[in-house]
């Protein structure tokens, strides 16, 4: 799997515009549009490279440049963890194992799929998200409530803390996922009201 180390989080379901300028990742994304194949974005910071990543499918080229530089619309699918790196080429690339959920069911996946979220706890996320988005003077979007991957879709669609978004990456409950999102906004609602509030008088 190529690897594109970013300053961002990308989370599945979630859309990511990129400029690809640097030489090793025009290469990169030219090869994975001939094939058709993903890359993985993992989030780089100052202490490296993050072990949990998201893969990233190629969705369209918006525009081209004569000096081979483009402009690509991707958006996240799948997580996955590097097994080991490999710098062989220009730009990393890495074994992986794809992760998946671990209450995505007990006995036999459970015939029905994983267990849901309790619906109170998803109905109150969906209406944070939402005050959150109208204080921030966005339209809420109409989120699908039963989407398995609701969690990520409403911490993807805010500017939350990096930190935040790695530790949701790698936790393996989409209920326990869930809980966290709604403790997190929760706990930022307040300032934010404060804000909008001395902003109206």
Same mark, same amino acid.
């Given at each position: 799997m190529p690897l594109f180390p970013l300053e961002l989080v990308l989370l599945p379901g979630m859309p990511l515009p990129l400029h690809i300028f640097e030489p090793r990742?025009?290469?990169?994304?030219? /090869?994975? $549009?001939? @094939?058709?194949? @993903?890359?993985?974005v993992v989030r780089a910071s100052p202490k490296g490279v993050a072990d949990i990543g998201c893969t990233a499918e190629i969705g369209s080229v918006s525009r081209?440049? %004569?000096?081979? !530089?483009?402009?690509?619309? =991707? !958006?996240?699918? /799948? !997580?996955?963890?590097?097994? @080991?790196?490999? %710098? %062989?080429?220009?730009?990393?690339q890495a074994e992986i194992a794809v992760l998946e959920d671990e209450d995505l069911g007990q006995e036999d996946r459970d015939k029905d799929g994983p267990n849901p979220p309790a619906a109170? $706890?998803? $109905?109150?996320?969906?209406?944070?998200?939402?005050?959150?988005?109208?204080?921030?003077?966005a339209e809420p979007s109409g989120l699908d409530e039963h989407?398995?991957?609701?969690?990520?879709?409403?911490?993807?669609?805010?500017?939350?803390?990096?930190?935040?978004?790695?530790?949701?990456?790698? =936790?393996?409950?989409?209920?326990?996922?869930?809980?966290?999102v709604t403790g997190y906004l929760e706990a930022i609602l307040p300032g934010l009201r404060r804000a909008a509030k001395a902003q109206w008088n």
């Open positions: 990742y025009k290469e990169m994304i030219a /090869e994975c $549009i001939e @094939q058709k194949k @993903q890359f993985g081209k440049y %004569d000096d081979g !530089r483009m402009d690509i619309l =991707t !958006r996240g699918v /799948e !997580r996955f963890e590097i097994l @080991q790196v490999n %710098d %062989d080429r220009s730009f990393l109170q $706890i998803v $109905i109150h996320a969906v209406r944070l998200h939402a005050e959150i988005a109208r204080l921030a003077g989407a398995s991957n609701l969690s990520f879709l409403l911490a993807g669609s805010l500017p939350l803390d990096l930190d935040f978004k790695q530790k949701l990456l790698a =936790t393996l409950s989409e209920a326990k996922r869930l809980e966290a």
